[in-house]
Structure formats: structure tokens, C-alpha cells
């Protein structure tokens, strides 16, 4: 185990499975203790039980993210068993893989209610606990549409506003010595992609276990492959150390080059 995270009290959302996971996983093993927020009440506890079993400090909480009551239980939970909150990664989100024609209001409202709206949420309820604390971190999640839009609505807008609303944060807490960072990742290998989720619907036309689909995904990636969780993780880790004490309001593109 590493300390490049000891004495950090992290929340992180969509910790139940893909980059969450990977990076609740990280970051205990780098000495932090990490609350594990999702609103998949079966997943959530197997990765506490993952990261207890190999020594490290996990919680869950169940959450979702477009709900300010679940915010401020989270935060009380993460601060009652670990001491003061340093850390927030605000990883859950929601995609409807359609055209914009066929993107309705409820899509578009759901979409951006749980990537950016739950981002918000998930900020206004950590930012007096990281006050109390004297510092913080908070790393949020983009996109290859961060930078270049497809062709989707609704996440597109989710993905350039979460960038705004990074930097907002940056501006509005640096002098509180609380930083606020985005991470743009390519096409990842998570369930995401792969499966049919309530947040995230896929089916053959879409999924990438089809393999026209994951060749497709690899040919935009000029390192020519997916990236992995694990990847993601480390530069989740980079920002929330400090290790990165001067960086704040930046996009870390973690993409292979996918969005060039
Ligand atoms: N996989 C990719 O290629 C990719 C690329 C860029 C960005 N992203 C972003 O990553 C995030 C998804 O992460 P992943 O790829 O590891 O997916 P994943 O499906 O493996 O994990 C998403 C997690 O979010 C949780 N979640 C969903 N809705 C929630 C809510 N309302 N409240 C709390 N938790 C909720 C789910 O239960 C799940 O555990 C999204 O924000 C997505 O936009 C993914």
C-alpha cells in the first residue's frame, strides 16, 4: 500500500462499479478512506467488502446523486465514521445512446439531472464539511464530448457544462484552498458501455460486447485501444493528492488521443 492519499476522507459517486470501483479500490490502497456512494444498493456494499478484506477503509451509502436529502446523509456518514471530508469524486452520470431526433424531454432532463445537477448537489453539500476540513479536492467527470460534441443532446451539454461548472467551483473556493479539477475520459471498458442499465441503456446496436461496435470505438483511440478503469483511476488519484496542490479548474484528457 501506498500513502499518496493518507489522511483523505473521499466520497465517491458511481463507486459501485466502473471507474468508481477501480478508483474506491485506488485510493484506499493509497491510505484514504473512502465512502462509497451509489445509488446500486447490491454492488455498492461487494466493493466495501473487496477493499475491507485487503485492510483498507470503506463505507457505503446509498445515494442518488440528483437527491440533496441523500447529499446531506452522505456527507454526515462519511464525516461521522472517517473525520473530516477532504475528497469528492463525482463519477455517476447518464446517457441515452440516440440520435437527437429520437432524444426526448424526459431523456434529456434525466441525463442532465444526474451528471450535472447531481454534481451540484453533490458540491453545495460537501463544500462546508471540506470549510471545516481546511482543504479539499473535488474531481468531477467529462467526456471526448467535453471537447468535441457528437451529436446527442443532452449528454453533450451534461459534458461541456460539467467544465463550467468545474470551473466555477475553482474560482469561487481556491481562496478556501478547496480545488476543483475535471477528468475527460475516452471510451472506457465499464459496464456503461457494455450492459442495459436504467442510466445507461445499451442493446447490440450500441453495447460494445458487439464486436463492430468495440472495433469501431478502438479505430477513434490513436493508441489503439480502450482505456481501462484502472487508468482513470490514477489520474483521479494525481488530482486528489497533494501531489497537485497548485491544479485547479483543468481538464485532464485520459483519452488515448480519442478526442483529437
Ligand atoms: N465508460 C466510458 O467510456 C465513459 C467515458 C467518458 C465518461 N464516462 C462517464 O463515466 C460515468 C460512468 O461511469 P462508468 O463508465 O464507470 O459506468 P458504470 O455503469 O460502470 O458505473 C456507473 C455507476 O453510477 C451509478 N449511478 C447511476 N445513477 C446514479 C444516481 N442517480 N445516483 C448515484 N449513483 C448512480 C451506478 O449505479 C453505477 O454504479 C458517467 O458520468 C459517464 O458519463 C464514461
Avoid at 460539467?162 to 476543483?180: D, F, K, Q, V, W
Wanted: proline share 4%; charged share 20%.
Amino acid at each position: 500500500m501506498g500513502q499518496r492519499l493518507e489522511g483523505k476522507v473521499a466520497i465517491i459517486t458511481g463507486g459501485a462499479s466502473g471507474m468508481g470501483r477501480a478508483q474506491a479500490k485506488l485510493f484506499a490502497a493509497e491510505g484514504a478512506a473512502v465512502c462509497i456512494a451509489d445509488i446500486d444498493k447490491e454492488a455498492g456494499p461487494r466493493v466495501v467488502s473487496e477493499i475491507t478484506e485487503t485492510g483498507g477503509r470503506a463505507l457505503f451509502t446509498q445515494l442518488d446523486v440528483t437527491s440533496a436529502e441523500h447529499w446531506a446523509a452522505t456527507v454526515a456518514a462519511a464525516e461521522e465514521q472517517f473525520g473530516q471530508l477532504t475528497t469528492l469524486c463525482n463519477i455517476a452520470g447518464a446517457n441515452y445512446r440516440v440520435s437527437f431526433d429520437e432524444q426526448t424531454e424526459e431523456m434529456w432532463r434525466t441525463i442532465l439531472e444526474i451528471s450535472l445537477t447531481g454534481a451540484f448537489l453533490g458540491i453545495k453539500a460537501a463544500i462546508p464539511a471540506m470549510r471545516r476540513a481546511g482543504n479539499g479536492s473535488i474531481v468531477n467527470i467529462g467526456s471526448i464530448a467535453t471537447d468535441r460534441s457528437g451529436t446527442n443532446p443532452g449528454y453533450a451539454t451534461s459534458k461541456v457544462g460539467i467544465l463550467g461548472l468545474t470551473r466555477a467551483t475553482a474560482r469561487a473556493y481556491g481562496p478556501e484552498n478547496i480545488r476543483c479539477n475535471l477528468v475527460s475520459p475516452g471510451h472506457v471498458d465499464t459496464p456503461f458501455l457494455r450492459r442495459s442499465t436504467a442510466y445507461s441503456p445499451n442493446d447490440w446496436s450500441t453495447s460494445i460486447d458487439n464486436p463492430e461496435n468495440l472495433k469501431q470505438r478502438v479505430e477513434r483511440t490513436p493508441m489503439g485501444r480502450m482505456v481501462q478503469p484502472e487508468e482513470i483511476a490514477h489520474a483521479f488519484l494525481f488530482l486528489a493528492s497533494d501531489e497537485a496542490g497548485m491544479i485547479t479548474g483543468t481538464n485532464l484528457k485520459v483519452d488515448g488521443g480519442a478526442s483529437l
